[in-house]
């Protein structure tokens, strides 16, 4: 993408795939299921303060999720920023930082690979415009 747009890639501290803890360095098909319940448990019950064992909790990685966007984005002031993470991250970090969408709703959008997510910063707060092809009401 940087390539394509001309663009200096950067890395941007706080956007970092899920920390699993324990599970870090396992087999995708051992932490699968583990994963899958404690996501499960953010999006479809809210509660953030699960986590995996030895690992973050929902309200961490929002909480870096949101420094992290907040910063590159006191550090660009107007200009469009292109952030790429992983969709985890991305999708408790956004639930929590935008005012017009909640963890109900990414659970019920899950991310895909490649998706994107367009969110807009304004003196009103972060809103977001655009989730995987979706238009969240604002």
Do not use: K
């Not at 509660?47 to 929002?62: C, K, P, R, S, Y």
């Not at 490649?114 to 092809?133: F, K, L, N, P, Y």
């Amino acid at each position: 993408m940087a390539e394509v747009l001309g663009l200096e890639v950067r890395v941007l501290e706080g956007v970092e795939e899920l920390h699993v803890g324990v599970h870090e360095g396992s087999h995708d098909d051992d932490v699968a299921p583990i994963a899958m319940e404690v996501f499960g448990r953010w999006m479809r019950e809210g509660d953030l303060e699960h986590g995996f064992q030895g690992g973050e909790t929902g309200h961490q990685i929002a909480a870096r999720m949101s420094e992290a966007l907040n910063r590159v984005a006191d550090a660009h002031p107007d200009e469009a920023i292109v952030v790429v993470s992983h969709g985890g991250s991305m999708a408790v970090g956004v639930a929590a930082l935008c005012d017009n969408i909640g963890v109900e709703f990414v659970g019920e959008h899950m991310l895909r690979n490649t998706d994107v997510v367009e969110i807009v910063r304004s003196d009103a707060g972060w809103q977001c415009v655009a989730w995987a092809g979706r238009v969240p009401e604002i």
